[in-house]
């Protein structure tokens, strides 16, 4: 009869509890305070949050969340034990070590869902305008994350959780053969290097399905146009625009969309160009001007040798009504001799020569050089 007593009152006491065992436990879902947006569909989020001591906490984390990137620290200090159950929504849990006193708990870890991308805009001024109007916008897409308040930074390149980095768009050879200006101001060999640019995009406001556009920087820079013809590849005359980065921010790699006495002349890549420097932007082609190139070839066996003579021409028609700069540029074999020249050109790294010619309205120039290379 004591015995069943005593299991009566064990159990009458079990049952006042489990109201108050009920209560002590928070559940608490993760929504970040901080995040920091990679290109490729990945961002680093961080939560902070203040709890009373003495309670169970079960932690709701993003469905997308990389379970193996989370980070647990307890005041401060990295907990070590802790258990995710796996689910439509992975919930965290952990025995705690603070007691009865109040803790910070901060939450960090990769989750998908989230990315961003530069969007560039560039207004050209009317010919021979030496500044044009650029304007730097960030699209920062959403399919995963809910927060009412989140600062948010913006990381130019990817984080890849499995292998190496991707390397940010290069320049076109066209871009680069064009040159780049020297830079106003000399370059510091000191402080620290930067291995991914950070944009501040502010606090903002996020749901799933958004897609935000957030202003990084609007300038006008100096805009050098180039007229190159690569006469080694190209048929055409390539414009080119040098732009002079005169924002306080680096442009990230991305997409240019040009526009000019209002309409849409096309689209093109910039490379990564940091403050002071040029980035390129190709915008088309010349339409009034042909240009062809032709080789003609020649073999010989005598007595001084067996060889192959080279003959290259280079024409270059302008059906316009004004002048044209252009500048040309060819390319030669490395085992290239015996070079000879109808108007000597600049000779440059990489077996390139360049020459600078203007072409009257309506008139003509013909470039022409000779080479041999032995059989």
Not at 5 to 12: D, E, F, M, R, T
Not at 48 to 54: F, Y
Not at 61 to 85: G, H, I, K, M, S
Not at 260 to 267: D, K, P, R, V
Request: hydrophobic residues 40%.
């Amino acid at each position: 009869m004591k015995r069943f007593a005593l299991l009566w009152s064990v159990l009458l006491l079990l049952t006042t509890l489990t109201p108050l065992l009920a209560q002590d436990t928070i559940q608490y879902t993760s929504q970040p305070d901080e995040i920091a947006i990679f290109y490729n569909n990945i961002a680093y989020a961080r939560d902070t949050i203040r709890l009373p001591g003495g309670t169970a906490v079960s932690i709701v984390l993003p469905a997308t969340v990389f379970a193996d990137t989370l980070v647990l620290r307890e005041n401060d200090r990295r907990v070590p034990d802790y258990r995710l159950t796996q689910g439509s929504a992975p919930s965290l849990q952990w025995a705690s070590r603070a007691g009865d006193e109040a803790r910070v708990i901060t939450l960090e870890y990769l989750m998908s869902g989230t990315a961003w991308k530069p969007k560039y805009d560039l207004f050209l001024g009317a010919e021979g305008s030496p500044r044009a109007d650029f304007d730097f916008f960030a699209e920062i897409s959403n399919s995963a994350l809910t927060a009412e308040a989140v600062r948010v930074r913006l990381i130019a390149g990817q984080v890849d959780l499995s292998s190496a980095l991707t390397a940010p768009a290069p320049a076109t050879m066209n871009q680069y053969i064009a040159g780049y200006a020297e830079p106003a101001q000399p370059v510091s060999l000191t402080g620290a290097a930067t291995i991914q640019y950070i944009y501040e995009a502010g606090t903002l406001a996020l749901a799933p399905g958004d897609l935000v556009y957030r202003q990084i920087a609007s300038a006008s820079p100096l805009a050098r146009r180039v007229n190159l013809w690569n006469a080694a590849t190209d048929r055409s005359v390539t414009v080119i625009y040098k732009l002079l980065n005169e924002a306080d921010v680096p442009f990230a790699d991305g997409i240019v969309r040009s526009y000019q006495n209002g309409l849409f002349l096309g689209s093109d890549g910039i490379e990564l160009t940091p403050i002071g420097s040029e980035g390129s932007v190709t915008v088309g082609a010349l339409q009034n001007v042909r240009v062809n190139r032709t080789e003609e070839t020649l073999y010989v066996n005598n007595a001084f040798g067996d060889y192959t003579q080279y003959s290259i021409r280079l024409t270059l028609n302008n059906f316009a009504d004004e002048p044209v700069s252009i500048e040309v540029v060819d390319a030669y074999p490395f085992d290239a001799t015996a070079l000879r020249f109808d108007g000597e050109p600049e000779r440059q790294g990489d077996d390139l020569l360049r020459w600078q010619v203007t072409i009257p309205a309506g008139g003509e120039i013909t470039l022409a050089y000779e080479y041999r290379r032995n059989n």
